[in-house]
């Protein structure tokens, strides 16, 4: 899969493709049937598929105070489409400038200048330019005039409802996890590298792994039974905790993991947490000598949890 960051880095080589736009957030089972149907049309005119996504997201460029809370970083993304096959990546910057861009000018300088669309693949309620000017119907005309056909995306559904990065939100915002997994084709996880932290865990004698969130609003918070990936062939069990880490005066949001029975220096080293069960909300104990026994606790419980449901 390639990956192009920025308009300035397209060149003639990557003109020529069917597209589909969008946040694509969780990229969850609705995103891999739209890129399965853009892969599809593309096959059928001999020309590459291509998402085209932007950074940071529209409403985290609009709202920075009150973002979205985030279900996949980039890096993310980029795993989970790689994953489906996809041929390439276009990841748009999102500034004032890219904001300010008429509806007419997106579709001249992204779709025709920038990829020569020969299709495109998006929601027919897909809204577009400054002030969301262009719309599905502006996108047929220009097509029209342009030589790209425009299709509606597939509309994926899940017990009733339409699966959505919205829905999935809601979802680990209910401590569903299940739900999460189900709407996304996966456990919900997290990915990062593996960073120094305070030691506190260390000094406690439950050491942990600390990931960087990089996300300016985390859809989980609280203590959970987990998976990690990326440190052996096998899942390792663990105990997370995504907080602020109240009973020290934290104030930063911070993904801690303590992987039951493993020792090692793993300092840089990327690793996945997948979220099986929320054991509890984060609490703010008087002293650092009740809240090591209350992150026994939590071991012991995760560990109960983690074994009776065989993972």
Same mark, same amino acid.
């Given at each position: 899969? $390639? ?16 597209? %589909? ?22 096959? *059928? ?10 950074? =940071?997201? =529209? ?7 009150? =973002?979205?809370?985030?279900? /996949? ?19 748009? !910057?999102?500034? @004032?400038?890219?904001? +300010? ?11 025709h ?5 020969k ?17 599905? +119907? ?13 299709? =509606?995306?597939? /509309? ?6 339409r ?9 680990l915002?209910? @401590?569903?996890?299940?739900?999460? +997994? ?20 260390r000094?406690?004698?439950?050491? %942990? ?7 300016? *609003? ?16 096998h ?15 934290? !104030?930063?949001?911070?993904? $801690?993991?303590?992987?039951? @029975?493993? /020792? ?25 000598? $009740? ?7 939590d071991?012991?419980?995760?560990? *109960? ?5 065989? /993972?």
């Amino acid at each position: 899969m $390639e990956f192009i960051r920025g308009l300035h880095n397209l060149r003639a080589r990557h003109r020529g493709c069917v597209a %589909t736009i969008g946040n694509f957030d969780g990229v969850h089972l609705g995103h891999a049937a739209v890129i399965r149907q853009t892969q599809a049309r593309a096959a *059928a005119l001999g020309v590459p598929d291509t998402v085209v996504l932007f950074e =940071p997201q =529209p409403q985290e460029f609009f709202k920075p105070q009150s =973002p979205l809370p985030r279900l /996949t970083r980039l890096y993310e993304k980029l795993v989970a489409m790689q994953a489906l096959g996809v041929s390439r990546v276009v990841c748009l !910057t999102f500034d @004032d400038d890219f904001a +300010a861009l008429s509806a007419e000018g997106f579709v001249e300088r992204v779709l025709h200048r920038g990829l020569g669309s020969k299709g495109l693949v998006v929601g027919d309620d897909f809204r577009f330019g400054a002030g969301r000017r262009g719309d599905f +119907a502006m996108l047929q005309n220009a097509g029209a005039r342009m030589g790209f056909g425009v299709e =509606p995306m597939a /509309t994926v559904s899940h017990r009733g409802g339409r699966v959505s990065s919205t829905r999935i939100r809601a979802c680990l915002a209910a @401590d569903d996890m299940v739900g999460a +997994a189900a709407l996304l084709g996966r456990p919900y996880a997290m990915s990062g590298r593996v960073v120094h932290g305070d030691k506190l865990g260390r000094a406690l004698g439950m050491p %942990t792994l600390n990931l960087p969130l990089r996300r300016r *609003a985390s859809p989980l918070q609280g203590i959970f039974a987990v998976e990690v990936r990326g440190l052996g062939p096998h899942a390792r069990a663990g105990v997370a905790s995504i907080g602020r880490r109240p009973t020290v005066n934290g !104030t930063d949001m911070r993904l $801690e993991v303590h992987v039951f @029975d493993f /020792t090692g220096d793993i300092y840089g080293k990327r690793v996945w947490v997948e979220f099986k069960h929320k054991l509890r909300d984060e609490l703010k104990f008087d002293t650092l000598a $009740e809240l090591r026994v209350q992150m026994q606790r939590d071991a012991e419980a995760a560990r *109960a949890w983690l074994k009776a449901s065989g /993972t």
